[in-house]
């Protein structure tokens, strides 16, 4: 009489979805360096026919030049997708040690702050000195985070303000990020974090989606609040590993 052992059964299956999933992004891989050969190519010719066209004068040569400049946009955005879906579905295997979130925080907003400056929207940091260190992938968590604060710059058009906020949980770190742009109303906030969904023009879908994928990926989950009108509240929270020491 055979018996199974309920978690050699759950290990099993865990592998066989590992397995699964490899296996996947392994013919993701594939498929998306066979669109990009191609894609490549036409975005040459199209480069090239854009020159020909440079100095149309006759309305036959204007409007092939505008047909040029349609294709030449549409190619750029499949490649910005094909990029944003390999990000997502590739997502590498995370180093992580003992880091200040304070310090990725700070690294990530230093890099925006010129392209802040420029877009008028003024951004304030309230960053709690007594954080304790959390296990965190530096590069990838830091994508992550710009990719937030990418998001509430384009919430915010015309400008506005973005608080930048670390503070210390019951069980690890926090993160807000709270804007004061359009918002979003409850259905978009329920589809926000699915793929492919963007209630922005030429979105991708894909930003917020990958990046709850690399919260979670660091055992920490990604939440949202918002109203129309009133801005957004994005908030990360990371758990505090047990006697990790304070730093």
Known sequence: MNSTNPGEADDRLQQQLIDQYAEFVQL????????????????????????DFS????????????????????CLRLQELLD?????????????????????????????????????????????PDLPRVLLDPETLRAALLNL????????????????????????????????GCGMDAATINRAFDAFFSSKPGGTGLGLPTTRKIIKAH???????????RGSQFTIELPTPPRLPAG
């Open 55 to 74: 100095n149309a004068r006759t309305p036959v040569e204007r409007r092939a030049a505008n047909k040029i400049s349609v294709v030449q946009r549409e």
């Open 219 to 229: 055992g920490g989950s990604l939440s949202v609040q918002s109203e129309p009108g």
């Open 84 to 128: 944003d879906f390999l990000n997502f579905a590739r997502l590498r295997q995370l180093e992580l040690a003992p880091h200040n979130l304070n310090t990725q925080v700070t690294a990530v907003l230093d890099l925006f702050q010129p392209q802040a400056e420029a877009s008028g929207i003024e951004v304030q940091r309230y960053l709690d």
């Open 28 to 51: 993701v891989g594939g498929l998306a360096h066979e669109i990009r050969n191609p894609l490549s190519t036409i975005r040459l010719n199209m480069e090239l026919l854009a020159e």
């Open 149 to 180: 604060v990418l998001n509430a710059q384009q919430a915010m058009p015309s400008g506005g303000q973005l608080v930048v906020r670390t503070r210390t949980t019951t069980q690890g770190v926090a993160l807000d990020l709270i804007d004061t």
